[in-house]
Structure formats: structure tokens, C-alpha cells
Nanobody
Framework: QVQLVESGGGSVQSGGSLRLSCAAS???????MAWFRQAPEKEREGVAA???????RYVDSVKGRFTISKDNAKNTLYLQMNSLKPEDTAMYYC??????????????????WGQGTQVTVSS
């Protein structure tokens, strides 16, 4: 098991940027990691994932705006979010697994979760 702590959330205006960080308590080199988000009254959805293989995937709604990266030397996962829209407003969660090298965007693919960081985008 690895402990995950997210940071970097906040409130921004539409078109703004934020960078989320997820600090892991252990070595991340062997983990596939992902960012999920959950808006009020909506299901949690996978936003971006990076496999231990290095493969990266994004949900269509954030392609070209969000960038996921992992610094294994710092055991930290990042999500750079640009051109933010009000519909990006949600609680953002970091997730990790050693069970697969593939960057799944499915919630049930991950067994380690952070507590979340809130992102609010106003129009």
C-alpha cells in the first residue's frame, strides 16, 4: 500500500490554470497512477492516467488542455490543467496501483486513493 496526498486545488476563473500534485509515501516507479474527478451528484470519472509502462491516456474532454506527468525521483504525480472550464469543477483524486502497467481510466483498476483536492472554476 502507498499513501497519497493531493494538493494544488483552488478557485480560478474560466481560462485559468492550476497544477495538482500527488505526493506518494513510497516509490512510484512501479506504480501506474491516475487522476479522477467527481462533481456533485455525478459519478467519479477518470481524467488522465500514466502507466508504469509510460503510456499516457486522457479522457476526451481534457485532451489538449490537461497534462499528466510523474516524477519518480520525487515520488510525485502531477496534473497540469490549462484553459479550465466551469465543467472542470470537481473534487480531484489521485489513485495508484501496482497491479497493472496499463493506464486504466476505470475506478476499479486502482486500490490506493488520496483524500482529494477541490477545483472550482468560475465563469
Amino acid at each position: 500500500q502507498v499513501q497519497l496526498v493531493e494538493s494544488g486545488g483552488g478557485s480560478v476563473q474560466s481560462g485559468g490554470s492550476l497544477r495538482l500534485s500527488c505526493a506518494a509515501s513510497g516509490y512510484t516507479v512501479s506504480y501506474s497512477m491516475a487522476w479522477f474527478r467527481q462533481a456533485p451528484e455525478k459519478e467519479r470519472e477518470g481524467v488522465a492516467a500514466i502507466g508504469s509502462s509510460g503510456i499516457i491516456r486522457y479522457v476526451d474532454s481534457v485532451k489538449g488542455r490537461f497534462t499528466i506527468s510523474k516524477d519518480n525521483a520525487k515520488n510525485t504525480l502531477y496534473l497540469q490543467m490549462n484553459s479550465l472550464k466551469p465543467e472542470d469543477t470537481a473534487m480531484y483524486y489521485c489513485a495508484a496501483t501496482r497491479s497493472s502497467s496499463y493506464p486504466w481510466l476505470r475506478e476499479d483498476s486502482y486500490n490506493n486513493w488520496g483524500q482529494g483536492t477541490q477545483v472550482t472554476v468560475s465563469s
